[in-house]
């Protein structure tokens, strides 16, 4: 993989309904029809930042994964859990400042869906961390972890080999 330049996180821009709260962590779920200059945060050690639903995932330069945004799932079976960013924090609903993703540091990309996301490591595996399933229908196992009896996943696991 070749080297990544950093980008300053004031250089970053974003706009749509959840771009106030996900790349600025004001907090706030508003529109922003026109990308907005992200000037709240100096860090200039950001390599790649993706978005996947109401939430925010980057990657700084010394291999730290980083998330904010909305950190609560549905299922699709009336349950709901807070924790889906993968931060350890399962008590809030949103998280408005970049937050770190366990304490590991060879993470090398990341990539965010709507309800989960995937990484990879410098080993090249591949994690998965989010909504893993429905109980009601039936259907588990969706992250390709192995676990087929939890609906969510709130950290990152290792996505099983075939």
């Keep these: 993989m070749s080297a990544r330049r950093a980008v300053p996180f004031s250089r970053l821009a974003a ?4 771009a106030p709260l996900d790349l600025r962590g004001a907090g706030v779920h508003q529109p922003a029809a026109q990308a907005r200059r992200l000037t709240t945060r100096t860090d200039s050690d950001w390599i790649q930042v993706t978005t996947g639903g109401d939430c925010t995932f980057a990657l700084k330069s010394n291999g730290t994964l980083w ?3 909305f950190n609560e799932g549905f299922n699709g079976s009336n ?3 807070y924790g889906l960013l993968g931060t350890g924090d399962t008590t809030d609903e949103y998280i408005t400042t970049p937050t770190q993703v366990g304490s590991d ?3 090398t990309l990341v990539a965010a869906g709507g309800t989960s996301t995937f990484a990879l490591k410098a080993d090249g595996s591949l994690w ?3 909504v893993n399933g429905d109980s009601y229908d039936a259907i588990e196992g969706l ?3 192995g676990d087929t009896t939890d609906d969510f996943v709130l950290s990152p696991s290792p996505v099983a080999n075939p």
């Design 67 to 69: 998330a904010w945004g």
């Design 79 to 81: 349950a709901w859990t």
């Design 143 to 145: 992250l390709g972890t």
């Design 105 to 107: 540091g060879d993470w």
């Design 15 to 18: 706009r749509g309904l959840a």
């Design 128 to 130: 998965a961390w989010g």
